[in-house]
């Protein structure tokens, strides 16, 4: 039996978004075991700054401030790093969850610019300076699938968008491949923002409700990005990483 072609991520570029903290970060972690040259970029410097330290990629890593939703600054980010290999988006920031009644349309209309709007951007711009063979990976989420109630329709039809937005990018730019990520719950520091100190019971409870049997980690998802860019067979697709969350 013959195996799926897989390559190599030794000497490739890759641009991480969000690759400061949370998924991102344990992303730019595992390409760089992989042998690749790593970008982290992100809004905060000083974010950047500590993880480049964290990730001490022998002179491999490198970090640019930027804005996902100003466009200027995606440019600038673009123009910065030159040719490279593949893109992994991951940046996001704590979605509205107010009852589609109280819903804060300034809020909502500020969390589309930074997800989706962004990844359109990033693939605006992206597609001047990706090589031949490369790859853009986004990030959803288990809210398309287990959305809250009440409260989730925005991030629902946000995260939902991406497979639409992957399917129809990954026809337009072939041979580009396309993908999308989407994980269930994942022990990020976002978490602490959106429910604070009860974080450790509400990873408890549906720890104990999911097959895998616990809330994952920013490593468990990773493999699935790299996969996504080493099989040069995969596009158009969304891989769930989520322990099983969508099936309870």
Known sequence: MTSLPMTSLNGKKIIVVGGSSGIGFGVAAAALESGAEVVIAGRSADKLKAATKRLAGAGRVTAIAADMANEADVARLFGAIGAFDHLVATAGTPPPNDPIGETDMDFVRQFVDGKLIGAVMLAKHAVRTLN????????????????????GSVVSAVAGSFTYFARALALELAPTRVNVVSPGWVDTEMWDEIVGEAKASYFEQMGGRIPAGRIARPADIAPAYLYLMQNEFMTGETVHVDGGQRLV
């Open 132 to 151: 031949k063979g490369g790859s853009m990976i986004f990030t959803s989420g288990i809210n398309k699938d287990r959305p809250p109630v009440p409260g």
